[in-house]
């Protein structure tokens, strides 16, 4: 996730607008921050790594010239976070500017294109094959609006994008699929942007750039065009009434409660994953001999629920270890023939950290899947995955939880065509399946949210709870639990329902609230055995279920349904939502801050 903030005036100087725009945007990404103005047809450019802040008092964005810019902050996906990698990015002949936010999936072969045509690139981004493509359509003698109408018939993925060009330096050409663009209109000035708030303090009215849309924005006037047809848009400013007080949380109360929001996109990034690095871990694990999963916290379930995935669909067995016991557990067995993979949305958690460097020095192979470009782990490892799911500031994970396993779905997918261990037809259904997620993911949300909501109510003064699943769902089980304990406060507890009678019953007396994961899996008829015995002890059952599941309907006090049809290892991607939900309206029942646990961080760096 990154943002984007354009300006462009009919008379005054662009650049402290944009800086200061760009400010607002910053909950969206802060590791590398630039500006690009044109002045006498001439380019002009400013870019770092690091906050705005940092940077502006580095280079100064204020003393850009022009009445022209465009501005991004970044979150880096493609590309550490260094001065190259950071937007605007230009063609060879420093004509064009270009800020992107979004994927290009197919870069890799549109770069080699290019460079076989003598372009040069500076940076490790998707987002700079955009300015050479047009540089390379306007090599042709096409004016820049159809130089990029040509452009975008060649990108593959999401984008917003903004363009400027030093030779029509009276337009913002911007193309949108995808990802949000909306134009803030004045009288003399427009403002493309990735969210309104930006540029409220200077004009109320707002028209959306729609998806597969481009517009041609000059100071206080745009014209819209679809890009299927080139058909023209008709389309009148909106007036903006509401004045948000935390624009950097999208008026949502709290960033857990917009990060849990943010997962249908989070995911539809997370899916557009690069197919070669997806290729390259999965050699890796498929030549490896013994295969440890580590992490820690949120990342850890990604663990056993990836143990699941890999066994199931690949037949691959793998050891979950807690990064904490990694070096107690196992350190002596590890050497050469080990594959560590090590999981960590922040990249930095020092326990998983000491569990790599131990393997590392035990000439283990390490694999790593994070959030953050250029974090620790990523400089360790021999092969990464970045998640793609944009910052998440919330100190308890949601969205880097559902976007880890989605990859490792992925991969467990990828491993098992490449043994040969599913049919043809199974794997087009998975893959059927895993790209209906956000989809799903997205109807859990409209239509659950408020009967999760007056759950929470209802249970807001328990002061304890069980968990409990089968199969995959244990480590959906035990994400709600960790949910529920640390932005609440409530001792809770997971167990195997398989192993209720070997203790967990115990604690179950009149009204005592156990939460029961009961997707329609090969577990099913067990979990709903399991749910009588308790319900017989006189339990409360709040069942996750899938929609239309009448017999568990029927046992449970409460319930929340989950879209049907789901396969079971990706269940837990759905099945975490309501869970995640639940601890979130909790938590504000009970007047506490969701965003910020006591007594804990959001990357624990120490020991
Ligand atoms: O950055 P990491 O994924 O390595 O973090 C691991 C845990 O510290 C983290 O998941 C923690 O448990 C969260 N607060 C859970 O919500």
Not at 526 to 539: C, L, Q
């Amino acid at each position: 996730m990154v943002g984007i903030f354009c300006c462009i005036l009919k008379d005054g100087k662009a650049a402290p607008i944009v800086h200061s725009a760009l400010k607002k945007l910053e909950y969206r990404g802060y590791d590398s921050t630039g500006e690009a103005t044109i002045h006498k047809n001439k380019l002009y450019i400013k870019k770092d790594s690091g906050t705005i802040d940092e940077v502006h008092a580095r280079h100064n964005l204020d003393d850009l010239p022009g009445k022209i810019g465009i501005g991004h902050i970044r979150w880096a996906t493609h590309g550490a976070p260094l001065r190259e990698n950071a937007h605007p990015h230009i063609d060879c002949k420093e004509q064009i500017a270009v800020v992107h936010n979004g994927i290009i999936e197919n870069f890799t072969e549109l770069k080699k294109e290019l460079e076989e045509l003598g372009h040069t690139f500076k940076s490790k981004t998707d987002s700079e094959v955009i300015p050479h493509l047009i540089e390379e359509n306007l090599n042709r003698g096409l004016p820049l609006i159809e130089a990029t109408r040509e452009t975008i018939k060649r990108l593959e993925g999401s984008y917003a994008i903004a363009i400027i060009y030093v030779k029509e330096p009276d337009k913002i050409i911007c193309v949108q699929k995808e990802s949000s663009l909306t134009i803030g209109i004045a009288e003399n000035a427009a403002y493309p942007t990735s969210d309104i708030p930006t540029f409220l303090p200077l004009t109320k009215k707002a028209v959306t750039i729609e998806n597969q849309e481009i517009a041609i924005v000059s100071d206080g006037k745009y014209e819209i065009r679809k890009i299927t047809d080139w058909s023209l848009v008709p389309r009148e400013p909106k007036l903006i009434k509401w004045v948000p007080k935390k624009a950097e949380k999208l008026g949502y109360p709290h960033f857990m409660l917009k990060e849990i929001h943010d997962q249908p996109s989070s995911i539809r990034n997370t899916l557009r994953l690069q197919d070669q690095y997806l290729e390259l871990m999965t050699t890796f694990l498929d030549r490896a001999k013994e295969v440890f999963l580590v992490a820690c916290g949120t990342s850890y379930h990604t663990c056993l629920a990836a143990s699941y995935m890999f066994s199931k669909l690949a037949f691959l067995s793998t050891h979950p270890v807690p990064a904490s016991e990694f070096i107690e557990q196992q350190g002596k067995s590890i050497n050469i023939d080990s594959t560590i993979l090590a999981i960590s949305q922040s990249g930095e958690t020092a326990d998983t950290l000491a569990a790599v460097e131990h393997a590392r020095l035990h000439a283990a192979t390490i694999l790593g899947l994070t959030n953050v470009i250029g974090s620790t782990l990523t400089r360790v490892s021999r092969v990464y995955i970045c998640q793609q799911s944009g910052p998440e500031v919330g100190v308890a994970a949601t969205k880097t939880f559902t976007a880890q396993l989605c990859v490792l779905a992925q991969l467990a997918l990828r491993l098992a065509k490449k043994r040969g261990k599913v049919s043809h037809t199974e794997m087009e259904r998975l893959e059927e399946k895993i790209e209906q997620i956000p989809d799903a993911v997205e109807t859990i949300l409209q239509t659950q949210e408020e009967r999760i909501r007056q759950i929470a109510k209802k249970y807001r003064d328990i002061e304890f709870f069980l968990f409990s699943g089968r199969g995959i769902s244990l480590a959906t089980a035990l994400e709600g639990t960790l949910k529920l304990l640390e932005t609440n406060y409530i001792p809770s507890m997971t167990f195997p329902a398989g192993e209720r009678e070997h203790g967990p019953i115990s604690l179950v007396e009149q009204g005592f609230p156990v939460v029961f994961i009961c997707p329609r899996d090969e577990t099913h008829e067990k979990i709903v055995g399991d749910i009588r015995e308790i319900k017989d002890r006189g339990a409360s059952i709040i069942a996750i279920i899938e929609e239309g599941d009448e017999e568990i309907k029927a046992l449970a006090d409460d319930h929340i349904e989950i879209v049907k049809g789901m396969p079971e290892i990706l269940s837990p991607i759905m099945y975490v939502i309501p869970l995640q939900l639940f601890a979130y309206y909790m938590a504000v029942e009970r007047e506490l801050d969701p965003d910020r646990p006591r007594h804990l961080t959001k990357a624990v760096t120490v020991k």
